[in-house]
């Protein structure tokens, strides 16, 4: 096998956000950008030789070019296996899974997840170590670093590698196995979930269901598991068909993008369960007849009833969300007495609790839950665990939600976005907002009187690693809360994120709407951010 060192010259820019590295396709199609940033992670490697690395993306436009530039540095770097998914696709949470099956070294990830796809669009890729999940800041620190001095990249030279045939090829000395990329997952699930009382209880017609893929990755998912081995219609998948670009649509699981579903399920004559996922298929939109579940809510209620289902019938060891997610699953940690960590937003700070037996379930607000099945957040496991609930409860999503909240209280919540605003302005309002920190405490508006303002650091409880500066929280006496963030996966400007949570224990006062139960919280944020004031904007871009 004949490899060839090319020289280069480094790119400033790529540091990994949230997730990975995300840039626009034309960002990744400069001369060496891609190269530079998989040698650099590869750089950052030690004693990966001989070893196993798992390669698949959500299918968007440059998915199959950039495999194919892959697979060569991975030869020329001296990996032994290369484990791909049929068409060069893998959802994340399948990607997670063979990794942790086949005890990969680790595997790069080529996605955008819920971010726009196609030539103007957006594309991303990120690396993901052993243990299947994302790799920790500080992989991710040393890529960076790496990447500002990188020199020269490592790529072999044969012809285009065959993603579609299953089974394994040779070229030179490494070994190419092409994967079916549902099987293996499907078996997961499998063993997690009851099948036959799902089949059972969708045969029946008690539940039926309306599943969006939106036109990305969890559309041959979604079809193997829901539909042919759960017994669901076809037309019970819609946008089942991955496309380059989405169809033109963001691949973005919320009621403004997944509208489709969102009619039918808010219209006469709804399914009794609707949700559809994102990109990479690791988010999820839980609605059922006339009802949205918040992704903090959902992640309270598996917490609660997860005894119901069989993966986790011997009880969950514990439960995290994300900073910013609602205090919803605290409420249930305390009633069962079990720990509930608070992270910062990005799953690669679930990892080591996962993996050291700390927690069993996570989630995030942004649509995000997740289980120690895998190391990466999780939609369809999310919809068959709803699916399970709903068969074993005989409830509907409606009233496994009231029934929730008349338990434990509801934690009115809703996240409003602010995009592609100029970084200048952005930067300018989290300083202004910094500012106001060391004095708010004790101030009193209205009914709100702030108990801490500050920003949120996080020392992780396993290995000690420090996360500083992940968004700052102003939280008030009545347990109520505002946190503004900086996005890290946004490809224009600067997009920030204000969290707005109110805390409603009377079963009286549950059904209002969020946006009037939040609104004197969301003119606070206001007064203390200043956003619309210093955007100019009339209000949120997307309001979740
Ligand atoms: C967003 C979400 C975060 C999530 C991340 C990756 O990050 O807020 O909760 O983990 O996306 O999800 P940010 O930095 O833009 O707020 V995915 O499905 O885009 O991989
Ligand atoms: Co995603």
Not at 76 to 104: C, D, W
Request: proline residues 5%.
């Amino acid at each position: 096998m004949q490899t060839d060192t090319i020289d280069t010259q480094p790119y400033n820019d790529q540091n990994p956000g949230t997730s990975g590295l995300r840039k626009k396709v034309r960002t990744f199609q400069q001369v060496g950008y891609l190269e530079n940033f998989v040698q650099s992670i590869f750089d950052s490697l030690e004693n990966y030789s001989g070893k196993t690395l798992v390669l698949g993306g959500d299918g968007r436009y440059f998915n199959r070019e950039a495999i194919q530039t892959i697979i060569k540095m991975a030869a020329a770097n001296g990996f032994g296996e290369l484990i791909i998914g049929q068409g060069g696709l893998l959802s994340t949470p399948a990607a997670s899974h063979v990794i942790r099956k086949y005890q990969a070294f680790g595997g790069l990830i080529l996605s955008a997840s819920h971010n726009p796809g196609g030539p103007d669009e957006d594309f991303g890729i990120k690396y993901n170590v052993g243990n299947g999940g994302p790799a920790p800041e500080k992989y991710t620190q040393s890529f960076y670093r790496r990447s500002q001095s990188i020199t020269s990249y490592k790529i072999a030279r044969f012809d285009d590698v065959d993603l579609d045939t299953l089974g394994s090829q040779q070229a030179g000395e490494l070994k190419i196995t092409i994967l079916d990329p549902v099987a293996d997952y499907a078996d997961l699930m499998q063993s997690i979930f009851d099948f036959s009382l799902l089949k059972q209880t969708i045969g029946s017609g008690f539940i039926t269901l309306l599943f969006d893929a939106m036109h990305a990755i969890t559309g041959p998912y979604a079809k193997r598991i829901l539909v042919d081995m759960l017994g669901a219609s076809p037309e019970s998948v819609i946008n089942a068909t991955p496309l380059e670009d989405f169809g033109g649509h963001h691949p973005d699981p919320n009621l403004a993008h997944a509208r489709e579903l969102a009619e039918r399920m808010f219209g006469p004559e709804a399914p009794v369960f609707g949700a559809a996922s994102d990109g990479d298929g690791d988010r999820n939109m839980i609605t059922g007849s006339n009802i949205f579940v918040t992704p903090s809510d959902s992640l309270a209620i598996m917490a609660a009833n997860a005894h119901l289902i069989p993966g986790y019938a011997k009880g969950i060891a514990g439960v995290a969300r994300s900073m910013p997610t609602s205090q919803a699953v605290d409420r249930v940690a305390a009633h069962y007495k079990i720990p509930c960590y608070e992270t910062p937003t990005g799953w690669k700070f679930f990892g080591n609790l996962l993996d050291a037996g700390r927690i069993t379930l996570c989630g995030e607000e942004s649509f995000g839950t997740g289980s120690d099945h895998v190391r990466e957040k999780d939609g369809l496991w999310a919809v068959l665990f709803w699916l399970n609930l709903i068969a074993r409860r005989r409830q509907s999503v409606a009233d496994i939600v009231h029934e929730h909240w008349q338990k434990f209280g509801r934690d009115i919540y809703c996240r409003h976005d602010y995009e592609a605003v100029e970084t200048s302005i952005a930067d300018g309002i989290v300083e202004y907002l910094r500012a106001q920190l060391p004095a708010l405490p004790g101030q009193s508006f209205g009914e709100y009187t702030v108990k801490y303002a500050d920003e949120f650091r996080y020392e992780d409880p396993v290995d000690g690693s420090i996360s500083q500066n992940q968004g700052i929280r102003i939280g008030f006496e009545n347990g109520s809360r505002i946190v503004y963030r900086l996005s890290g996966t946004g490809t224009v400007g600067a997009t920030l994120r204000i969290y707005l949570e109110k805390f409603e224990p009377d079963a009286a006062k549950h059904h209002q709407d969020a946006q009037e139960a939040l609104a004197e919280l969301i003119g606070l944020a206001e007064h203390f951010g200043e956003v619309k004031k210093r955007t100019g904007r009339a209000g949120p871009d997307v309001t979740t």
